[in-house]
């Protein structure tokens, strides 16, 4: 049901990558010396036309081989068509893709129709989407194809939402969970795939987050049934992952590369992290640096009253933190009122930042 699935993905996947390049050269049209700008595009171009070079050829021999027309194959993938199997296309509500324009209203417009019909899958094909914040509904399954990436972009992002919650006991970041480029608060049976990626570069570490800005790549509150797997998040500004008061999650085959908090697990019980990679390391100049904790477990007071993390297990993850003093290994990080999570970190490598 999702394009690059079928026929020939491959040959699709780098046409669309293929076709986008000459475009975005020409963006610095004026910034460069003319004949190195002339030459560029002219590679790029023909590169482009070698790809739909393959991509024609992937067609023809996938006609020999099946029988059937590639452009009967494709006709099924046009909108109506693929909704009525329950799957809405981000490109068909105006997602541009071009790492340029805000595409999240159409992303949300695509998630909104999804939740109205009762349920199904938000495809993001191959491109790259620059984006402010993504609104999740229930019962809906976000699906970011291989070459697809959610590259969050400054000054549009949703704001932090009130809390009177937030008395400055704690750092505030804790509070707050709309100012992120995926958002969810008081859902079911939401889904969140790869094996595209969340580009949170624009992303702020800091605990002061201007209007405009994001400070975390998915943020998650009192949601239950929740699935994140084969997903990349290339880093995520001040948490990568934060999940408050939700049930019954899974979290498999997530890569995060960040500078700050990588995965961190509120008031949640019920929740299995396993075959994850979580690098918190921050590097200067190829050498750790710093960073944050890849894993944290633990209770605050952002939902008015504390309640105690219950049942989590971490099983077969790489985990890198880069917050802990010197040469000093350390597991997990917890704080405040956690109340004997349930650990099998059976063959995990966890270790901790060395300061050099």
């Keep these: 049901m999702v394009p690059t699935r079928f026929w ?43 790809a739909k070079g393959h991509r024609d050829k992937t067609m023809r021999a996938f006609e020999k081989v099946s029988g059937s027309k590639a452009a009967d194959v494709t006709s099924e993938l046009s909108a109506s068509k693929l ?12 997602a541009k893709a071009d790492g340029i324009t805000n595409d999240a209203p159409a992303i949300n417009k695509a998630i909104d129709a999804c939740n109205a019909a009762g349920g199904g899958t938000v495809f993001v094909p191959t491109g790259i989407y620059g984006s402010g914040s993504i609104r999740l509904k229930s019962n809906v399954t976000l699906v970011l194809d291989k070459g697809a990436a959610l590259k969050a972009l400054p000054g549009v992002m949703d704001p932090w939402e009130p809390n009177p919650n937030d008395k400055g006991l704690m750092d505030s970041a804790y509070y707050h969970w709309q100012a992120s480029l995926i958002w969810g608060e008081n859902l079911r049976n939401v889904r969140i795939f790869g094996p595209g990626t969340l580009d ?50 899974l979290i498999d085959n997530v890569t995060i590369k960040t500078s700050r908090d990588g995965l961190n697990l509120s008031q949640c019980k019920d929740v299995l992290v396993v075959h994850c990679h979580i690098d ?77």
């Design 8 to 50: 020939g993905g491959r040959a699709f996947i780098r046409l669309a990558r293929a076709e986008q390049l000459p475009e975005i050269w020409k963006r610095v049209e004026g910034k460069v010396e003319d004949r190195r700008f002339a030459y560029t595009l002219e590679t790029l171009n023909d590169f482009s036309e070698d």
């Design 83 to 94: 909704e009525s199997v329950h799957v809405y296309n981000v490109r068909d509500y105006g």
């Design 200 to 249: 949170g570069a624009a992303l702020t570490r800091s605990s002061k987050v201007k209007k405009g800005t994001g400070d975390k790549g998915i943020a998650l509150k009192l949601c239950e049934n929740i699935e994140i797997r084969n997903l990349n998040i290339r880093q995520g500004g001040h948490y990568a992952i934060l999940a408050t008061g939700c049930e019954d999650m």
């Design 280 to 356: 918190a390391v921050r590097y200067e100049d190829g050498h750790p640096a710093g960073g944050d904790d890849a894993i944290k477990l633990g209770s605050d007071l952002s939902l008015g009253k504390a309640q105690p993390s219950e049942n989590i297990t971490v099983r077969n993850c790489f985990l890198a933190s880069g917050c802990n003093h010197k040469t000093k290994v350390q597991r997990f990080r917890f704080f405040l009122l956690t109340k004997s999570p349930s650990l099998l970190p059976s063959r995990n490598f966890i270790e901790s930042n060395k300061h050099l």
